[in-house]
């Protein structure tokens, strides 16, 4: 257990400072512990306290969700139907399959390649298929990121429409997800209790990682971060998929 708490206040202070990354980082350390169904959900509840903020906070709710709609419904739609395969998985395999997503999301990341804006026309045709893409990748391996973070930037969403639509998108997959697994016999009460102990530890460390953001370089923070994700994805990777 305190192998868990440990994780979560690491992963509380890089949201703290970055604004971002709690998910990513909580499974990806927990994925070298746990079988990842079991990373997924420690993995649940400190990310939904910590992103219904994200989510809610702000005025700008009320423009961003009629326009990602499409894109959130099938993310959501898709996260459980995969969460629902699990228990018939190769979690050595799905576990590898994080890894890569892990090393792809750090070196877009790293790279931070311009996307070419799609019209609002194809905007409107791609945005179903990129969030069934997006959900089905999140149902199988809790990561909520690739394709959704570059797309939700291809469409030039203002800094505060993108914080609050990627937020709540995090907070309805991984509701979505929380039932996928439940409905699957993979959400046991163990583990529902171990990761509520998660939430004390994820937000202290946020608080301490606000703190320190005050004092640190955010940019070469958030680079850091990105190098460290794609070496554990690296690992990740070559132990799942070896």
């Known amino acids: 257990m305190v192998d868990i708490l440990l994780i979560f206040l690491i992963a509380g202070v890089v949201k703290g400072v970055a604004g971002f990354g709690l998910p990513t980082v909580s499974i990806a350390l927990l994925a070298l512990l746990r079988p990842l169904p079991e990373a997924m959900a420690l993995m649940l509840l400190p990310s939904l306290a910590t992103n219904i903020w994200q989510a809610f906070a702000g005025g700008t709710l009320r423009l961003v969700a009629p326009r990602i709609g499409a894109f959130l419904l099938c993310a959501v739609a898709a996260t459980y139907v995969a969460a629902g395969l699990l228990a018939r998985a190769d979690t050595a395999l799905l576990s590898g399959l994080l890894g890569l997503l892990l090393v792809a999301s750090s070196t877009l990341a790293l790279a931070a390649p311009t996307l070419p804006a799609p019209s609002r026309r194809v905007e409107r045709w791609l945005a179903p298929p990129m969030g069934a893409v997006s959900g089905a990748i999140a149902g199988l391996t809790g990561s909520f990121l690739v394709p959704a973070a570059p797309w939700l930037q291809a469409?030039?969403?203002?800094?505060?429409?993108?914080?609050?639509?990627?937020?709540?998108?995090?907070?309805?997959?991984?509701?979505?997800?929380?039932?996928?697994?439940?409905?699957?016999g993979l959400l046991p009460t163990e583990l529902g209790v171990a990761s509520l102990a998660g939430l004390a530890p994820a937000?202290?460390?946020?608080?301490?990682?606000?703190?320190?953001?005050?004092?640190?370089?955010?940019?070469?923070?958030?680079?850091?971060?990105?190098?460290?994700?794609?070496?554990?994805?690296?690992?990740?990777?070559?132990?799942?998929?070896?």
């Open 155 to 184: 469409i030039r969403l203002p800094r505060e429409q993108f914080i609050q639509g990627f937020g709540l998108g995090v907070v309805l997959v991984n509701a979505a997800l929380a039932a996928g697994l439940a409905g699957a």
């Open 203 to 242: 937000f202290a460390g946020m608080a301490l990682g606000r703190r320190l953001r005050q004092r640190l370089d955010e940019g070469a923070f958030r680079r850091v971060v990105q190098v460290a994700l794609g070496l554990l994805g690296a690992w990740l990777a070559v132990r799942g998929l070896a």
